[in-house]
């Protein structure tokens, strides 16, 4: 089992930042990947940014250059961030932290994030 908690969603000005944190525990030592995903209502979850454990990275090309994923592991976590710069209304959604362990994902409980315009 692997357990996610993110942290970070909040209400910020179109154009500001905002950095997202996501901190896998439990048998991290089995996760081959983890990434971030965003919804908003009505639609289907799209994948934002993933990080492997080797630490390749791969963007949805409509972000590259705006958001930045990253990673860092401790002995008993993994935690990854998500760095958003130049917010966009349209980025308004619920962010959720996935991992992807033994052929299973994992989900987090989400987190929002609002950008007014």
């Known amino acids: 089992q692997v357990q996610l908690v993110e942290s970070g969603g909040g209400l910020v000005q179109a154009g500001g930042s905002l950095r997202l944190s996501c901190s896998a525990s439990?048998?991290?030592?089995?996760?081959?990947?983890m990434a971030w995903y965003r919804q908003t209502p009505g639609d289907q979850r799209e994948l934002v940014a993933q990080?492997?454990?080797?630490?390749?990275?791969?963007?949805a090309e409509s972000l590259k250059g705006r958001f930045t994923i990253s990673k860092e592991n401790t002995p008993s976590t993994t935690t990854i961030y998500l760095q958003m710069n130049s917010l966009k209304p349209e980025d308004t959604a619920v962010y959720y932290c996935?991992?992807?362990?033994?052929?299973?994902?994992?989900w987090g409980q989400g987190t929002q994030v609002t950008v007014s315009s």
């Open positions: 439990g048998r991290v030592f089995a996760v081959d990947a």
């Open positions: 996935n991992a992807l362990s033994t052929n299973r994902f994992y």
């Open positions: 990080i492997t454990r080797g630490g390749s990275i791969t963007y």
